[in-house]
């Protein structure tokens, strides 16, 4: 695995591209589905703007923060389970009056054929929490107008993430359509089984419930050839947050809660042998984290295959 911190160029103001990292006899790819773009200080209440105007590298020409949409692909011994399922094929204005400013997925199928995946290769889509950036292809119809596409396959959600879905779908909705109304729960729901916090989802795959987010939010930690990938779903959105663990974001449904295991996120994911995998930080999605330079904080360290 190759670090590539500095020599990153635009690719933390760019939505995430299709990449792939090894780990043992696991192959962990992203699939992207789209992007979301939204002005910084939306994305992040308590982010001083001196801290935009000294990290431009982070947002686009319209002054708008970059994030990626899309899940992650984990194949292991022939099988494949799906990460999230992202928005799905619609688009949608995100902050009234802000041009430029959208969510919009579509693309998470064609991901899925360029890595030489078929939907219905796919046994499990585990969950990582149950707003709609992360279900888009769980419920909709697919291509063909009939069933969604992973209707064979077991939607693996945390057990206090399904018991709390009627209220974690009234708290999304105040944040506007990216997190919008309960349609998604009610189409994702004939497909759900719960699963607990540290149960083996997929060889080599664990859930770990960690809250903050929404009431169940859930990681996914894979562990082979003594190596440790984290995909930590909305724990944080942008690589920015990882120096920063205490933004929290409009959405959270218990930020300070959310804030205490961002912290420990960060430190977990500066020891040896750990890597991150965050579905939403823009072009720079697996990575580390490493110290910054002499007074700054730590810093999120992009890892390439």
Known sequence: MVESFG????????PGTTRSLRLGDTT??????????????????QADARVWSEHPEYLDDFGLLVLSVGALLVERDGRALLIDAGFGPE??????GVPHSTIRGGGLLAGLAALGRRPEEIE??????????????????????????????????AEPEWAARDRGSEQAAEHGAAHGPAREIAGVAPYVRTVTDGQEVFPGVRARVTGGHTAGHTEYVI?????????????????????HPGWFVGADHDPARAAAHRAR??????????????????DVVFGRVVSGQVDSGPVWCPVDA
Not at 7 to 13: F, S
Not at 91 to 96: D, F, K, M
Not at 265 to 279: N, R, S
């Open 7 to 14: 020599v990153v160029g635009d690719r933390w103001r760019r």
């Open 28 to 45: 962990v790819s992203y699939v992207p589905d789209g992007e979301l773009r939204l002005p910084p200080g939306v994305a992040f209440p």
């Open 124 to 157: 499990a889509v585990a969950v990582t929490h149950l707003h709609p950036d992360h279900l888009g292809w769980a419920w909709r119809p697919g291509p063909d107008g009939g069933r969604p596409v992973f209707a064979h396959a077991e939607h693996l959600v």
């Open 223 to 243: 562990e082979d050839g003594g190596r440790r990938l984290i995909a930590f779903g909305d724990a944080m959105h942008a690589p920015v947050q990882v120096g």
């Open 265 to 282: 996120l960060v430190e977990e994911l500066a020891q040896p042998g750990v890597i991150g995998f965050g579905v939403h930080f823009a």
């Open 91 to 96: 688009e949608l204005p995100l902050v009234p």
